[in-house]
């Protein structure tokens, strides 16, 4: 599971050192912590939270994450207000990789402003 897990998370392409790298991450956390977490991903439904979120808000978010899908994107920017979803059409879950110059681009432009 854990090693399927680093294929859904890159859209691109990455080279074997950088899937064995992420693999060995996903090996650190203790196999419970990382159970637990993924329960929390199917009970928790926290949008109810998300219209307390007050401060401007950036989204950067792939079009083709199989992690998180896009229209969850979406709705985060429509309950969150001053948010900013930006779309990545090259990007899955790993948009700091996978677009990483844009990334770093609109994260720089949305804290200067």
């Known amino acids: 599971m854990l090693r399927d897990f680093g294929?859904?998370?890159?859209?691109?392409n990455i080279s074997q050192a950088l899937s064995d790298w992420f693999f060995q991450l996903g090996l650190q956390a203790?196999?419970?912590?990382t159970a637990a977490i993924a329960n929390t991903w199917i009970d928790?439904?926290?949008?109810?939270?998300l219209r307390k979120i007050s401060v401007p808000t950036l989204i950067i978010h792939?079009?083709?994450?199989?992690?998180?899908p896009f229209e969850l994107g979406?709705?985060?920017?429509?309950?969150?207000?001053?948010?900013?979803?930006i779309p990545?059409?090259?990007?899955g879950h790993a948009s700091f990789y996978d677009q990483r110059d844009k990334f770093n681009e609109e994260l720089t432009k949305f804290i200067e402003e």
């Open 88 to 91: 990545f059409k090259y990007s």
């Open 62 to 68: 792939g079009i083709h994450d199989k992690v998180v």
């Open 74 to 85: 979406e709705v985060q920017n429509q309950s969150i207000e001053n948010s900013k979803l």
């Open 7 to 12: 294929d859904i998370f890159f859209f691109q």
């Open 44 to 49: 928790e439904v926290l949008f109810s939270d």
């Open 30 to 33: 203790a196999g419970w912590a």
